[in-house]
């Protein structure tokens, strides 16, 4: 367990609105990623940080933005919403040469 | 783009046999591979990883092979369990930088 919480665990949206995840973790590492998992693909990157305000886009960034205003918390932004947009949305951080994940969030845009 | 891939999306086994899954990768600049287990429900967990300058490493019932002339790794789990079902992903990491490429992942079942 690498203190990885991610909230909520589950929501249902409508398309056109916006949403945020939130990852928080209480070990101050400095690497943290935000991926996607979706049937028939392994998980995608979407976005990570290298550090507060350290931000950088990942292989299916479109339509996300994030934030890291503080080392603990990780924030994946939907701008708005799109059904091509749910799935299974994985945090995780980076320790060593391992990344440690949390428990996921399954988001639903109808 | 390059990308890391599965043999055999599912795989059933007995319990007690041992289980192989594969993983073929083709990005050649990769110096760092990994292992995750998946049960249902809850996030990728590590399992054991090997570095491009080993050809073998082993872990309690597990051992991880690679064999980079043809870009392929493996896993084998010894006396596979029930508790091992799951799905277990490959993945790969280019030196020197912290983003890994998952594999899609092959489904572990064993058969009581």
């Known amino acids: 367990d690498a203190g990885i919480t991610q909230s909520p665990r589950h929501k249902v949206t409508e398309t056109g609105t916006p949403v945020t995840l939130r990852c928080h973790q209480t070990e101050n590492h400095r690497y943290m990623y935000w991926y996607r998992q979706d049937p028939g693909h392994g998980l995608r990157l979407i976005h990570y940080s290298y550090g507060v305000k350290d931000t950088d886009k990942g292989e299916v960034s479109d339509g996300y933005s994030v934030s890291r205003s503080k080392t603990e918390d990780f924030l994946l932004t939907l701008e708005s919403a799109t059904s091509s947009q749910t799935s299974v949305y994985f945090c995780?951080?980076?320790?060593?040469?391992?990344?440690?994940f949390g428990p996921g969030t399954r988001l639903t845009v109808l | 783009g390059e990308s890391v891939g599965l043999h055999l999306p599912t795989l059933s086994v007995q319990e007690g046999d041992n289980s192989i899954i594969n993983c073929a990768y083709s990005?050649?600049?990769?110096?760092?591979f990994i292992w995750y287990k998946q049960e249902s429900g809850k996030g990728p967990q590590f399992i054991i990883d090997i570095r491009s300058n080993m050809d073998k490493r082993q872990g309690q019932r597990v051992t991880v092979l690679l064999n980079k002339t043809v870009k392929h790794l493996s896993l084998q789990i010894a006396a596979t369990q029930p508790g091992d079902s799951a799905v277990y992903f490959c993945?790969?990491?280019?030196?020197?930088?912290?983003?890994?490429?998952f594999g899609i992942g092959t489904k572990l079942q064993v058969i009581p």
């Open positions: 993945a790969e990491r280019p030196g020197g930088y912290q983003k890994v490429t």
């Open positions: 995780a951080i980076g320790r060593d040469n391992e990344q440690f």
């Open positions: 990005n050649s600049a990769s110096d760092y």
